[in-house]
Structures are given as C-alpha cells and as structure tokens.
C-alpha cells in the first residue's frame, strides 16, 4: 500500500468501516511511514477537537430561528 492509497481509505479506517485485509494492510504501511501516522493522528486529534467544541458551545436561539426563517422563505413552493 502506498500514501495516496492510505489517503483514500483513512476515513473509513478511523471509522472502522473498512474490511480486515485493508485494515491490515493500512496498519503495516502506518508502521513504517511516518508521514502517514502523523496525517491519522492530527486527524483524530481533529476529530476529537470537532466534538468537544461542538458539546461546549450552544447555537444561540436568534440563530436557529434566523436559519428556520430562511429555510422558508427560500424553500417555500
């Protein structure tokens, strides 16, 4: 397996979606390419930022009724 290859399939790597032989293969490549473990882990770390950002902060109110009212008018047949 080479980078480009790893590219393509991390995404389903990271959410085990994904079958054995890949996952095997995507992990012996992992082992002896640093580049591509350092892409994994500031994916993950991403990742992890995403959802802790996302649990701390509230959409405010005004915003979701502001969306809601644009979402009709733009929508509405």
Not at 37 to 51: D, G, N, Q
């Amino acid at each position: 397996m080479d980078c480009e290859e790893l590219i393509n399939l991390i995404s389903g790597y990271m959410d085990d979606d994904i079958d054995a032989l890949m996952r095997n293969m995507l992990e012996e490549h992992l082992r002896i390419c640093e580049k591509c473990t350092a892409l994994l882990h500031t994916m993950e770390k991403t990742v992890c930022f995403s959802r802790d950002a996302s649990k701390r902060r509230k959409v405010p109110e005004r915003v979701i009724k502001r969306v809601h009212y644009e979402i009709r008018i733009r929508y509405k047949k």
